[in-house]
């Protein structure tokens, strides 16, 4: 094996390459199309670690022929046999073997006694002391078995006990030949076929004991073995039957009876040549049926990464559209309307006011004081403070809440939308606090507008008539103009409510000039507009988090074909 040692380091380097990509690879979401690549993944990893990487790394080490089987067919008591003593356990309670037993020659004990294979088992020699204790591996040395070859009795491949089954599996993986057992009873079970099928998927060696064949049946039983073998791929594996013989608790199978396999195996380990052909059978097999899989894990991967694309998409277009909706609503004049309009005709007087400005720019500058005093009556502009902040408040939540229905309802139409919200089924409205939140944002906006008004002011003569209005109520005249202003209305357009924004343009004109008034429109606008956006990213986000858990890798397809390629190439 030596002329291959530089092939094999490219190779083990690509494939160690690969097997770290696939490690760090995730298919979070949980999609009916990728279900299956999810659960190859993890074989995938296993077949890695277990065998293609530890048999590169030392393509020397003994073949590994792995006996499994279902429950009570006879493994241990097969092992034993062949080993002429019980270095495994049988028993009548099932299932007997819960942690493997793996045999080797004295000589091949290094190979055995480090993690080199099956990494995740500790090792435990000795005889057992008591009950098997979980992840360990027994290893016993034999002087039956010759160097080169060792036999690992594994617990039975479709347990009752489900650590089993995937100990069993895990351990079939990482075999250079598999020894399956069956029985004459048994044969035709439905699990240790689907195993020999993948056995034979994947090119692994194979050789099958039909063990407790009673005589009388044998003629009939192993052709149709055979024949099953045969359609399966496997008609190149070798059939030991071995007849069945009355056996006392603990006793070896007659040498007689068990030669032939005995025989088959000790030639295969004293022959260096064969044991390199099955080797290279089953590490070519299992680097072939690479390719299957990890095209399989980069479809999925593509999949899962457009699904967490789609779903993005949905939350990006939806919130957009809530912004354009308070945009619009903050610009068409509906918040000078009902309660604001109500509160502000109690501010200014009905009439009085209108009268006022229809009088004209000149002599209105006069007596903006008293009509915003309401004619002599003392009204604070409070009132139409808090309706305002009401409306502004209920805009920015209805929008939010909409879009968070909305953003639900398109979610739970796409694939794995309805598992993400199984698990955050706080997304469907606006988040819990989203309401005070706003309140206080648009609480401060309104600070932010009087400020505004206190600092354009300039002029010692524009400081006095803010005064003679009050910062408050100028405040309240720039926040109503805003709301018509910036979408380009006139205070005539606007309807029901152009009244009030006639009155509040006017008004202010009078005070600042009229390219003023419009400046400082635009700089409140554009900060409430701020608010605003940072109010629905923070909603948006929430989706972003519970996918962003999630999350594909968007070069994880790119990353695993590349790393393949490499493997490919090597092979
Ligand atoms: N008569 C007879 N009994 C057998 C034979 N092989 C095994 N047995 C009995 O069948 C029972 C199960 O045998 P084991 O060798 O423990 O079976 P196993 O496949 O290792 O079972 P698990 O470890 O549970 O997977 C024991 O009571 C054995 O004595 C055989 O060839 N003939
Ligand atoms: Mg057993």
Redo the contacts with the bound molecule.
């Keep these: 094996m030596t002329s291959d040692r530089a092939t094999n380091g490219e190779l083990l380097a690509a494939v160690t390459a690969f097997r770290d990509v696939v490690a760090a690879s995730s298919l979070p979401l949980d999609l009916p199309s990728t279900a299956r690549a999810k659960d190859n993944r993890v074989a995938l990893l296993r077949q890695l670690e277990d065998y293609v990487i530890p048999r590169l790394s030392s393509i020397d080490a003994p073949l590994l022929a792995v006996i499994g089987?279902s429950?009570?067919?006879?493994?241990?008591?097969?092992v034993n046999s062949i080993l002429r003593r019980e270095v495994s356990k049988?028993?009548?309670i099932?299932?007997?073997?819960t942690s493997p037993v793996l045999i080797h020659h004295p000589r091949d004990a290094h190979w055995f006694t480090d993690k080199r294979i099956l990494p995740g088992l500790a090792r435990v020699t000795g005889d057992p002391s008591g009950p098997d204790e979980s992840a360990t591996v027994r290893l016993v040395t034999s002087e039956e078995l010759p160097p080169g070859m060792a036999l690992l009795?594994a617990?039975?491949i479709d347990s009752v006990v489900s650590a089993n089954r995937s100990l069993a599996r895990q351990l079939l993986a990482a075999a250079d030949l598999w020894l399956f057992?069956t029985t004459a009873a048994r044969y035709a079970d439905a699990v240790p076929w689907e195993l020999l099928r993948q056995a034979s998927d994947r090119g692994t060696a194979v050789a099958i004991v039909l063990?407790?064949v009673p005589p009388e049946v044998m003629g009939e039983v192993r052709p149709h073995l055979v024949e099953m073998l045969r359609e399966q791929g496997l008609g190149t594996a070798p059939v030991f039957p071995?007849p069945?013989?009355?056996?006392d608790?603990g006793a070896l199978?007659p040498e007689s009876d068990i030669a032939r396999l005995r025989g088959w195996l000790t030639d295969l380990a004293a022959d260096e040549s064969a044991r390199e052909t099955v080797v290279r059978q089953t590490l070519s097999g299992a680097l072939a049926s690479l390719d299957e899989r990890a095209e399989e894990l980069v479809v999925a991967s593509r999949t899962q990464q457009r699904v967490v694309e789609e779903l993005s998409q949905v939350v990006d277009q939806v919130y957009r559209r809530a912004r354009t909706g308070i945009d619009e609503g903050m610009s068409d004049g509906r918040l000078l309307r009902g309660e604001v309009l109500a509160r502000w005709q109690d501010y200014v007087g009905t009439g009085e006011f209108f009268k006022k400005v229809e009088v004209g720019v000149s002599r209105l500058r006069d007596r903006i004081g008293d009509a915003l005093r309401g004619a002599g009556k003392p009204v604070s502009p409070e009132a139409v403070d808090d309706a305002l902040q009401t409306g502004v408040a209920q805009l920015i939540e209805a929008n939010a809440d909409t879009a968070a229905i909305e953003v639900a309802r398109t979610w739970r139409g796409l694939p794995a939308g309805e598992e993400v919200l199984a698990v955050h089924p706080e997304l469907a409205r606006a988040s819990a606090g989203f309401s005070g939140e706003v309140d206080r944002v648009v609480r401060a906006w309104q600070g932010e507008v009087l400020d505004l008004v206190r600092t354009e002011g300039g002029s010692r003569r524009t400081n006095a008539r803010v005064a003679a209005v009050g910062v408050n109520g100028v405040g309240l005249l720039l926040m109503l103009f805003t709301f018509t202003h910036t979408a380009g209305l006139s205070g005539a357009e606007v309807g029901i409510a152009g009244g009030t924004a006639v009155a509040a343009q006017r008004v202010l004109e009078a005070i600042f000039g009229d390219q003023a008034v419009r400046s400082m429109a635009a700089k409140a606008r554009a900060a409430l507009e701020q608010h605003t956006d940072h109010l629905l990213a923070g909603e948006a986000a929430r989706f972003a988090r519970a996918i962003g858990r999630v999350d594909v890798p968007a070069d994880q397809a790119d990353r695993l074909s590349r790393a393949l390629d490499r493997v490919q190439a090597a092979r």
């Design positions: 089987g429950t009570g067919a006879g493994k241990s008591t097969l049988p028993g009548v099932r299932p007997t073997t009795d617990p039975d057992v063990d407790r071995i069945e013989v009355v056996l608790a199978i």
